[in-house]
């Protein structure tokens, strides 16, 4: 157990760039998650995969974002067009099964800067 | 989901017990709780949860009231390390696929 792998830690970008991030959730989690992380607030729900399928996504995940994880492995989460109230840490998580006793796994994130 | 209500800071000495509290007033009866922590730098951690037994693991202990207005999450001997932000979380299982973090308790250890 290697535990959830983001990379890359840290990215500066301007204005206007796309940005890709990319998690590598533990493996054989079926679940994977992508949270956006603002300095002082808590975590805040973007999207979900269950195996390959996009299952829910917040109204947070504006069409400048879009995720992907195609083939039910690691996951992907790009930022087209960034802004600078898109600057936050990008969190991923990932777990076994959902239900009652779910347990999610937090990698350490990726901090967006964008100048 | 139910919303929750949490101190936004604490202090606590070194090998004390920390005892951090959680109102869930509107929670429902299929919902549970889970307690997060998120220390410097790092995401957040899975601490415990339960539905409404008190519940202990090798991290904590947590109690939830009879009627499951509030918990409280009990670290029984406190450490530097367990200097965080602790968040209180209640979530419907297995239908509700996302956990909604609040701000959170800043929980400071000092020796």
């Known amino acids: 157990d290697t535990g959830v792998s983001q990379n890359p830690r840290h990215k500066i970008t301007k204005r206007g760039q796309n940005v890709t991030f990319r998690c590598d959730p533990i493996s054989e989690h079926n679940r994977l998650y992508w949270y956006r992380q603002t300095l002082g607030q808590g975590p805040e729900f973007l999207t979900y995969?269950?195996?390959?399928?996009?299952?829910?996504k917040s109204r947070l995940l504006s069409d400048r974002f879009s995720a992907e994880r195609p083939k039910g492995s690691f996951s992907t989460l790009e930022i087209q067009r960034t802004e600078q109230g898109d600057s936050a840490m990008y969190l991923c998580?990932?777990?076994?099964?959902?239900?009652?006793?779910?347990?999610?796994?937090f990698g350490s994130g990726t901090q967006l800067s964008v100048l | 989901d139910a919303k929750t209500t949490q101190p936004t800071s604490m202090d606590c000495a070194e090998g004390r017990a920390a005892n951090l509290p959680c109102n869930h007033s509107?929670?429902?009866?299929?919902?549970?709780v889970y307690w997060y922590r998120q220390i410097h730098s790092q995401g957040p951690q899975y601490i415990i949860h339960?539905?409404?037994n008190n519940e202990t693991n090798e991290m904590a202990s947590l109690i939830i009231t009879e009627d499951r207005k509030s918990s409280t999450l009990i670290l029984p001997h406190a450490t530097l390390r367990d200097t965080a932000v602790y968040y209180c979380?209640?979530?419907?299982?297995?239908?509700?696929?996302?956990?909604?973090f609040g701000a959170g308790t800043r929980l400071t250890v000092k020796p």
């Open positions: 509107t929670i429902s009866g299929n919902e549970y």
């Open positions: 998580a990932s777990s076994l099964n959902g239900g009652a006793n779910e347990k999610l796994f």
């Open positions: 339960g539905l409404k």
């Open positions: 995969f269950q195996n390959e399928a996009q299952l829910e």
């Open positions: 979380i209640v979530r419907v299982a297995p239908n509700n696929n996302d956990m909604r």
